[in-house]
Every structure is written in C-alpha cells, then in structure tokens.
C-alpha cells in the first residue's frame, strides 16, 4: 500500500512510450480535474541521453574534475558505463503528466564531494545530479543550491599563541569594533539616546520629499523611523564619538539639516515589490535568476536584504496564509495501483509460443544485446523476452536488461555502437580488411546467426568547379593560400568571403555588347573529303592462309559496337594506341572495335579486391611526352582524353598502302 502511494516532492517514473525509457520527474503538486482524473505537475529531470553530444563532453569533462577533486577510488569501465545511466540533469522546466502514467518510486540526489560514486550502483533505482540543463538556452550549469561540505569549506584555524607572543596580525584588517559593552553610559541613557535618534529621522523624513510620497501619514513615518537601520546608525554613531552623548548629539543633526537613514523596504517601490513578489513565485529563494530575469538593475545583497526585511511584513504574512489554504484544497497524496498490462514489445511470454505480441519472425539463437547470454542460458533466469531497437536488426533484451533499460536508459555493458571493442572471433582489426568487408561488417552482426546488413550501394560523383571559383583561386592566392590549405585538408574555407572578395579585386565589365563574330561555314562535301585525309591509314593484309569470316561479326551493322563501347585512349593520327592502362593492345584483349559484351553485376560482398594499376615501360614513355601543363590538366580533369604526339615506328617498304575509305568495292582473296 505504501509503495503504491505517491506524495508530493516524490521522485518517480512516468512512462511515455513502451519501448522508451522512464522518464524521471519530481511531484510538485497534484491536481484533480473536471472529470475526475488526477493530473500531477512535474519537475523534468533530464538524463545523458536527452542532451547533445557537446554538452555530454562538457559533463564528462566535470566528472573528471569532480573525481579529481574528491579523490574517488578507480572503478572499472563497465563501472563508468553504468555511472553514467545514474546521473541526471535538474532543470526549471514543469510539465503536466496524468498520475495513471507513473510506474514506481526512485531517489536522487544532489552530488556532493563526500559521496562515493560506487556508492550509487549498491543501490537500486538511486541517481544523482550535479548540473543544471536548461532546454530553452541548451546549456549546463552547476547547481547553485550545492551543500558546500568539505575540506575546502573548513575556516583556517591558526596555531595558538604561546605564553608572552604578541599577536603580529594587523587587527584593523581583520575585524572592525562597532560596539564597546564596557562604556561610561548606563543603559537608560543609550535608551534615551535611541528614541532621539527615532524622532530625528522622523523628522528627516517630514523633509524629504520622496519620502512623504512613500510615506504620506506619520505614523508610516515613525514605523520607517523605528527600524533596525535608525539603530544601528544611533549606535554607530555612539562608537565613534567615544560615547559622548554631546558629540553624538551634533552628529545626529549637522548644519546641513538631519541624517536621513533609509534600508531596502524604503529605498524600494511598490512596482519592485510586486516584481520581486512575483519572481519568488517562480523561481523560489534562488536570488540570481531572480535578479537576472526580474530585478537587473539591484544589486544582489540588495535583492537578499529585501528578501529578509520582506518576511518581517504583514505582506509576506497574508501570502502564507493564502498559500496554506491552496495547500489545503489540493490533494496531498495519490494512489496509483501497480500496473500489470502486458508490454506490446514482449516477444515470448510464459506459456506462449515466440512470435507473440507483434513481434513475430526472431530467429533462433540470437542472445541479449546487453547480457550477451542465449535463451537457453537465460531461459532458467526468465523466459520473457523483450523487442529492442529498430525492428530490422532483429535484437531483444531479456528480462532483468530490459527493466534496466526502462529505469536507467541504457544497457549493462557497452555495446560497439558505444565504442565497444568486439570480443572472441570478431576481433579482427579494420586495418587488415578490404574494404567491402569493412562496408559488409555491422555493430549487429554476430556468430549467433544475426541476420546479415546489406552495405549501402557507392554512387559514382564528381565534383566539378564553377568558373568563378578557379578564377578566384588565381585572383585571390593571397587569402586562400592553396599551399598551406593543401597541408591541412581538415581546416574549413570561408569560399563565400574568397568569392566576394574576387568580385570587388575583378575589373567591372565594359557595358558595351559583345560583337559575335560570324564565321563562314564551309559546304558538307569540304568537311567529308577533310576527315578522309586526316583519317588514319589501314596497312594491306599479305598473302597467305585465308582468315576465317565470324558469321556473328559479318551480321552486325557497322559502328554499332564503337557507338555501344567505352571511349578509347584518344591519340592523334601519328600516335601509338595506348590504353588505360598503360600496356599495349595483344591479342587476348578485346578493344573497343569488337562486339560489346554486357558485364554482370557483382554483389558488393562478393566483389574481389581492388584492383592495383603498376606502371610499364611505355606508360613511362607515356609520361615523358607529357608537358608539365598537361599532366596538370590531365589530373584536374581525368575525364577528358589525352592526346599524345610520339614518333611513328618505321614503316616497311614492302607493303604497298592504300586509303582508308575508297569507292571500290573490297575483294576478299582466298
């Protein structure tokens, strides 16, 4: 009955989702509503895993110096895995949640140097905080709200003097005497002294006029007279002039005209007051969001002695008694039953077969993702188990790990999506694989029969620049310095300030219109007999055994197979035929004359090693005939075919050499 009874200022759990985990909030009021459910207003508490990536560094960096600090003992890594699913993060942000939502009871508490953090993992369903997150701003602060209990907290005790030592420490900058017991004057006549000093500020007030605005009666006058801060001047006044009434007399009213002595309830406006009254609604006795938000123009001990002179009022009285009797109307505790509807993620339950509840189709064999035990290891622990994670990687979590992961976000151990190192047979280091088995190798896949991922397909692309681009690399070598860009790739490029800075450094264009220059195109039968003669000469086949016709070849339409083939190694008419490659054309290999044959597809997990092109000899001649301008150009643009100029081979005399392209009718000799 009692732990199904949840009260104010509890720490519970709220489910939201029944494959997400817990979320943690704090109970600050609960409300019934008009059709009779119970509603509670909540404080969120955030954990690891609702914040960015940026500022979980900037918590692990301060649970560094946390442990530095306090000297925690070592703990091992899974330890720190599970250190992390205790801490959370307080904010200021409150939300409304139905009661029927909360599933169960938990403790946090404020992280404090004396702690030990492997305290907190001997206990179940214990967390604690040390920051604060704030969802609008997305940042992390230390609690202001911290006990500050420890070594460097303590006072300094210096050593005790010993028998005739004079004390060497300058008094006057240690401690100031504001008052002396042991003086001449008795106590009436201090009282008499204090009840002057009233009527002088009365007085003084009657004078002021910004005080007969806030005051107008007199008796407000008298009271605002009568406060702590008339004393103490009257007393101060005292001290200082040795505790003559005479002297302290003609300090109280100088020829100026009387002191006026003011504190923060009178120096303050009604305006402030309420702003102030309003603040502390919000954020409660936390005096700098106070100040920042409400009263940025006070100082802050302003804002904390108008705090304390507040409470002394009839105003801070009537809010006490306005908010007692809220707290009486409104519900003090709820009962929540202990909730025992099936979870739609539980995938075999006692007494059913696996597949049921929608998540049918598991293989067999798969083990915990956080226990790494199979079912038949689990199976004498629990034979329930639970769905986890997107549902095409088939994973599952068992019993005792899925209710840590509802209560804590997290698994036991470190998965490799967490930077897990892989374990027996899956130890192979990436270095050493291809890389379609590194493509091919996935977090999910196991020796346990996990279903296999699929890499994701590579897309051929090309990145292509813009003419403004290489014009600003040339114009503007002094900002981009290509040099020092080239040496460190990771460094990002401002290309928008380069661009624009390219156009102020560009001469303006001339506003006069470009004049097209017409040029006279010559007749179709010039362009015919032009490409005859540049086209390259064909060598007569000598005598001898006659060349069997392939029927196939003989069939199919002329320059089908050069339109269907890939480009070849363009070279000029007095150049060598050279492919890709670098390796002259034999016999074996197919150029781009012959018929196109359709290449299969090969599966990426099937598909060999790359393949490693080894310069030859004649792709270094190759090289040799290149300028240094075209080798540039050849590599800024791959795309583009070479054209090359070497010397042609001596020809032999012999063979009689007849035109390409001719209008006589070709005869094949037998």
């Known amino acids: 009955m009692a732990a199904n009874m949840y009260r104010v200022g509890d720490y519970v759990y709220f489910e939201n989702s029944s494959s997400n985990p817990y979320l943690i909030r704090r109970i600050e009021e609960l ?16 954990r690891r895993r609702d914040i960015s990536g940026n500022l979980n560094t900037l918590a692990d960096s301060n649970a560094r110096d946390f442990e530095e600090e306090s000297k925690q003992p070592t703990v091992s890594e899974q330890q720190k895995h599970q250190l992390k699913h ?78 005739g030592e004079e004390d060497t420490r300058i008094q006057e900058k240690l401690e100031v005497k504001v008052w002396h017991p042991d003086n001449q004057l008795k106590d009436p006549q201090i009282d008499q002294f204090l009840v002057v000093a009233r009527a002088v500020g009365t007085f003084a007030r009657a004078l002021d006029c910004s005080s007969s605005i806030r005051q107008p ?32 007399m003609s300090t109280l009213v100088p ?72 707290a009486d109307s409104k519900l003090k505790q709820v009962y929540i039953p202990t909730y025992t509807k099936p979870n739609p993620n539980q995938i075999m339950a006692p007494g059913n077969k696996p597949g049921m509840n929608g998540a049918a189709g598991f293989q067999k064999g798969l083990s915990c993702e956080s226990c790494r035990n199979l079912p038949s290891v689990a199976a004498a622990q629990s034979a329930q188990w639970y769905a986890w994670g997107p549902p095409n990687m088939q994973c599952r979590l068992c019993a005792s790990c899925w209710i840590y992961w509802k209560k804590y976000g997290g698994l036991k151990t470190p998965t490799q999506l ?32 996990r279903a296999k991922l699929l890499a994701k397909n590579r897309q051929t692309f090309i990145l292509q620049t813009t003419k403004l681009t290489r014009i600003a690399r040339r114009v503007c070598t002094d900002i981009l310095q290509p040099r020092s860009a080239a040496r460190r790739p990771y460094a990002s490029i401002n290309a928008n300030a380069v661009k624009a800075e390219c156009m102020i450094r560009l001469p303006k264009a001339t506003k006069a219109p470009i004049k097209n220059c017409s040029i006279p ?41 050069a339109l269907l083939g890939k480009r070849p190694f363009d070279s000029s008419a007095l150049a060598l ?21 359709k290449r299969q597809k090969v599966n990426q997990g099937d598909a060999p090693n790359p393949v490693v092109f080894v310069a030859t ?22 795309h583009l075919p070479v054209r090359v100029k070497l010397p042609l081979p001596p020809r032999p005399l012999a063979l009689a050499i007849l035109p390409s392209s001719t209008s006589e009718p070709i005869v094949l000799e037998d």
Request: aromatic residues 8%; contains cysteine.
């Open 31 to 46: 409300n019934k509503t008009a059709n009779g459910n119970v509603e509670a207003k909540v404080v969120c508490l955030f």
């Open 86 to 163: 205790r801490e959370l993060f307080l904010s200021r942000q409150f939300e409304s949640l139905p009661a029927t939502h909360i599933r169960g009871k938990c403790n946090v508490t404020l992280l404090n140097e004396t702690d030990v953090l492997a305290g907190y993992l001997e206990k179940e369903e214990c967390f604690f905080y040390s920051l604060v997150f704030d969802p609008v701003q997305k940042t992390l602060l230390a609690d202001q709200g911290e006990i500050r209990v420890g070594s460097k907290y303590q006072a300094e005790i210096p050593d005790k003097l010993a028998e």
């Open 217 to 248: 009666s007199l008796h407000m006058s008298a009271a605002a007279a009568s406060r702590d801060i008339t004393l103490f001047h009257a007393m101060d006044t005292l001290q200082k002039n040795g505790y003559d009434l005479a002297k302290a």
């Open 255 to 326: 020829q100026g005209g009387p002191v006026l002595c003011r504190d923060e309830m009178e120096e303050w406006s009604a305006s402030e007051a309420m702003l102030f009254e309003e603040a502390l609604e919000k954020y409660g006795k936390d005096f700098n969001d106070i100040r920042q938000d409400f009263l940025p123009w006070k100082s802050l001990a302003s804002v904390v002695q108008f705090y304390y002179m507040w409470k002394t009022t009839d105003r801070y009285i009537q809010q006490k008694r306005l908010k007692a009797a809220e």
């Open 418 to 449: 967490e930077g897990a190192a892989r374990s027996g047979s899956e130890s192979t280091p990436r270095g050493h694989m291809t890389r379609q088995e590194v493509q091919g190798l996935s977090p999910f896949t196991t020796s346990g029969g």
């Open 521 to 561: 195109r010559p007749p179709l039968a010039t362009i015919v007999k032009e490409l005859a003669i540049q086209a390259p000469l064909k060598l007569k086949a000598p005598r001898g055994t006659p060349t069997p016709i392939n029927r196939n070849q003989a069939n199919q339409p002329r320059g089908g197979s």
């Open 577 to 597: 035929p050279f492919p890709t490659n670098g390796r002259p054309f034999t016999s074996g290999m197919r150029t781009t004359s012959q018929s196109v044959i």
């Open 617 to 638: 000899k004649y792709t270094r001649a190759l090289r040799k005939h290149l300028t240094q301008s075209e080798m540039r150009r050849a590599a800024r643009k791959p």
